[in-house]
């Protein structure tokens, strides 16, 4: 993710305060006019210590399932000295406040979750209040027993003063506590060789209430008076309503309103993403009933012709000629020439869906001059900003609160809505719950780009790797951007820095752009998820093609442990020695180079994305085009595991997420129409296919931890695929697998 | 209208008898622990028990469930201190990630232990075809076993 969603840096520190909060306790937080020389002291909260000892947690950021809800309170309960069973967590509102300067994050740094960015712009920030906080309380204690700070220290709850053989529980100092001033000097942190809470094994905060059903989550939002909406949207790519016959639909029980809703142009940035027809009703059915009563006239879209077949044509017509050439490294052509072998090879990704399992839905209300949101979503400011888009209220005065997401994976970085949920409540003045299908949902995605890949490699008389190219021709991510020159569009596509750069000494970077009128986003670990199949394939395949060990070339490649200058997203630096670390635990755990029956065969791949580290050993038997994954290996090394269970997770999630993928998933387009619409023809991995030898391996490599949402994805496709072709010789160059194994 | 037990409770329904029991659940009962996730029967979310046998709400009129019974996630447990056998295990192996498919993969874990107590894993693989978008499914399939060994009351 180019812009680096949320990885924001304190460049001052913002002075925490503390106050009294409700009934007694003491709420430790940032001032929320902190911009301001003069104010209410009102706090943004981020810890409120009751006198029953319990202590909440104020989250900033959202929840999408990648566990922060406890990774956060995690850090604070280690600096603050708590009992991990008294902590209960609390979801902040989005907190933005306007200043002479523009707005100003009120909580101390930008909210939202992208990029694996979550832990890493906590981390810092929520382990320093946690203790901040402990200091106030320890001060506290120090001045009711009229001793000096330094004699007193903290076990988990209480404050502990050895000297006078006292023990005071946190709930008794709030009152004292919140009465002191915070000093502006930051509390010292912990060692890491200290910590009891970050890097243990805790279970997710909100598993109870998860499993009892009690969780909630944007679709389950219900407010006074609240109307249930739905949009039936354009199904031809930039199609606008010509006409539409509502007769039928009005006489649907429980129908309110009936009006168009109007998309972007064609080609101008998304704030929607298409023209449609909403209904509004009494209830979510009534609404949908509503819907498919409608008759609606479209007009004729530039896009109409659009198609995945003109597609994939356009981009093997683009590869045979010169693209825009992004990265030219050493002299590409001359050693090309001097090789004793060059090898060539083409790889196609397709377009694919994110199919969060909670369907887009806002919850909005917009008054005259104000609007409250409530919505799912990984970006609340740009739920602020979509909002106010379309209701020209000023962002000050638009409230959003988030809820527990179901599944993120990039779809809910995009608003478009919450965009909806506002212009349909605008325009009735009713409180609004818009709810998607899942037909709409899969139809109506910022899809992840997909595009044909042209790998080439030079090799040695040694079987060195002396040249490497891609050219890749796609439909880049930074399609209708706003303010995006055409030269940028690549940016998305090929990440320069990645392997083999810098080791490889002659390298080549070309890109073609293809206009198919499919709306492109971020889609989980976005174009590591293509590179990490073509260049992990590759060299499987230079390997095979040139006699030698595929996992001695990819070790020979990576070669010694060093920092090499990584200026992508991830990045200051890249280590390719701790892939080969991953690679050979991984190869050892799987037992590879062992001999195998016939049909049977295990491949192996690695990566590096957003700071992270993986390698994937897989092992299939193919038999008869039938393709079983009879066991995974998975390593990673994330830095540091500040919640292990929760790395866990990811890898296995991740893991699955790259496979299910890989195996049968994609989004095509005919006649300008998105193809497939449920899980029917969009077919997600279920259980059987999951094998149950399945292991995940944490190697932590030092104590400065790295966000893990998605590098558990990208070196699990092209480890099955070299495990396809080590079991059978069948190359898979073309994704979804599904349907090409004999 | 409609009628029927939920959770041990008698409601009644007078809307559209066509409506699936998913949103009469959702919307006119507020029990908001059922989730819609596909509206064709494919993924799960939004398994309940009718008569005890899990079933996919989303493709059920409301009209066939006059005069049975149903239980949904918020009915599962014995008592609010005592959880379910299936929910007990899918918190010690600590299952979900957004959570958003876990009700209908503990309502569907839950009959599928009831008619099969000591499951293998190709009797999981065969049964269970609920969606996890999150791909939690190696500690589903743990927490389908541990669950089985909670039931017989085995130790862990």
């Not at chain 1, 925490?16 to 009102?42: D, K, N, Q, T």
């Not at chain 1, 001359?334 to 806002?362: D, G, W």
């Not at chain 2, 005890?52 to 447990?77: M, N, Y």
């Not at chain 2, 008619?115 to 969606?131: E, L, M, V, Y």
């Amino acid at each position: 993710m180019s812009a680096l969603l949320n990885r924001h840096h304190f460049t001052r520190r913002q002075v925490l305060i503390a106050g009294a909060g409700a009934a007694g306790s003491l709420v430790i937080g940032l001032p929320a006019l902190a911009y301001e020389e003069e104010g209410e002291r009102m706090l943004g909260f981020f810890i409120q210590i009751n006198p029953d000892g319990s202590v909440i947690i104020g989250c900033k950021d959202p929840e999408i399932g990648q566990g922060l809800r406890t990774t956060v309170p995690m850090m604070v309960a280690e600096e603050l000295d708590l009992e991990w069973d008294k902590v209960r967590i609390e979801q902040m509102p989005l907190g933005i406040v306007k200043t002479a300067e523009g707005f100003r994050w009120k909580y101390g740094g930008g909210q939202g979750v992208g990029g694996s960015t979550g832990l890493t712009s906590n981390w810092e920030f929520m382990r320093q209040v946690g203790a901040d906080a402990r200091r106030q309380l320890v001060r506290a204690a120090a001045e009711r027993l009229g001793v000096d700070e330094s004699q007193c220290n903290t076990r988990p709850g209480f404050v502990v003063c050895a000297s006078q053989n006292v023990e005071i529980p946190y709930s008794e100092l709030v009152v004292a506590a919140a009465a002191l001033p915070v000093s502006e000097e930051p509390a010292t942190l912990k060692a890491s060789s200290d910590y009891r809470i970050i890097g243990t094994r805790r279970k997710t905060i909100d598993a109870r209430d998860i499993v009892t059903g009690k969780a909630m989550y944007g679709a389950d939002t219900v407010q006074p008076d609240m109307r249930y909406a739905v949009i039936a949207r354009a199904p031809v790519l930039n199609a606008r309503v010509k006409t539409f016959d509502d007769t039928k639909a009005r006489k649907v029980d429980g129908v309110l309103d009936i009006f168009e809703i109007d998309g972007p142009e064609p080609g101008e940035p998304y704030i929607i993403l298409a023209s449609g027809v909403a209904v509004v009703a009494t209830s979510t059915w009534a609404a949908m009933q509503g819907r498919a009563a409608l008759e609606i006239e479209w007009d004729e879209s530039p896009n109409a012709n659009d198609s995945s077949e003109r597609f994939w044509r356009e981009n093997e017509e683009m590869l045979k000629g010169d693209g825009q050439v992004v990265l030219d490294e050493g002299d590409f052509d001359a050693t090309m020439a001097a090789a004793a072998k060059t090898i060539s090879r083409q790889y196609r990704v397709p377009f694919v869906s994110h199919a969060p399992l909670e369907p887009q839905n806002c919850y909005a209300y917009v008054k005259p001059d104000e609007c409250h949101i409530i919505a799912p979503t990984q970006m609340p400011s740009g739920a602020s900003r979509a909002a106010h888009a379309v209701t020209g209220i000023p962002r000050e005065n638009i409230r959003v609160e988030m809820t527990r997401v179901g599944g993120g994976f990039g779809r809910r970085l995009t608003n478009d809505y919450v965009a909806e949920a506002a212009m349909i409540s605008k325009k009735t003045g009713w409180p609004i719950k818009l709810q998607w299908s899942r037909e709409d949902d899969i139809r109506n995605d910022f899809y992840r780009p997909g595009g044909l890949h042209e790998m080439r490699a030079g090799i040695d008389a040694d079987g060195k790797v002396t040249a490497w190219a891609q050219r890749l021709a796609s439909g880049s991510k930074y399609y209708r951007r706003p303010d995006m020159p055409d030269e940028n569009l690549y940016q998305a596509e090929l990440y320069l820095d990645d392997f083999p750069r810098r080791i490889v000494d002659n390298i080549r970077m070309e890109y073609f752009h293809n206009t198919i009128g499919l709306p492109r986003g971020s889609w989980r670990a976005p174009a590591h998820t293509a590179n990490a199949f073509v260049i992990q394939s590759f060299i499987d395949e230079i390997a095979h093609e040139t006699g030698q060990d595929p996992l001695q070339l990819q070790l020979d490649l990576l070669g010694e442990p060093r920092e090499l200058e990584y200026s992508g997203h991830g990045g200051p630096t890249f280590n390719p020695g701790r892939l080969s670390r991953l690679l050979r635990f991984v190869a050892e755990r799987i037992d590879y180079g062992k001999r195998l029956p016939e049909g049977r065969g295990v491949g192996l791949a690695t990566h590096f994305t957003f700071g992270g580290y993986t390698a994937h050993a897989i092992e299939v038997t193919v038999a008869d085009g039938k393709l079983t994954i009879e066991r995974i290996v998975a390593a990673i090394d994330c830095g540091f595991a500040v919640h292990p269970n929760g790395v866990d997770a990811q890898l296995q999630g991740g893991t699955i997420d790259g496979l299910s993928t890989a195996l049968g998933l994609e989004i095509t387009v005919k006649d300008g129409q998105v193809e497939q619409g449920n899980f029917d023809d969009y077919p997600l991995m279920r259980i059987a296919t999951v094998p149950s030898l399945f292991e995940t391996h944490i190697l932590n490599y030092d104590d400065v931890p790295t966000g893990v949402g998605e590098i558990g994805l990208p070196s699990a496709a092209p480890a099955l695929t070299n495990a396809i072709f080590a079991a059978s010789g069948q190359r898979i160059r073309n994704l979804p697998i599904m349907g090409q194994l004999t | 209208m409609v009628s029927f037990k939920i959770n041990s409770e008698e409601v009644s329904f007078e809307g559209d008898p066509g409506t699936p029991l998913l949103w009469v659940i959702r919307d006119h009962l507020r029990l908001k622990g059922t989730k819609f996730g596909c509206g064709i029967g494919q993924c799960g979310a939004c398994t309940v028990h009718v008569d005890g046998a899990a079933r996919r709400s989303c493709v059920i009129p409301v009209a066939r469930i006059d005069g049975r019974s149903i239980t949904t996630i918020e009915g599962l447990a014995p008592s609010d201190d005592e959880l379910h056998p299936v929910q007990q295990a899918w918190l010690e192996h600590d299952v979900p990630q957004c959570g958003y498919c876990q009700a209908g993969q503990i309502m569907a874990a839950a009959d599928f232990l009831g008619q099969n107590p000591k499951p293998s894993d190709a009797d999981i693989d065969a049964n269970i075809t609920n969606i996890c978008r999150c791909g939690t499914y190696v500690r589903i399939r743990k927490a389908i076993h541990r669950a089985a060994e909670i039931a017989a009351g085995e130790e862990s």
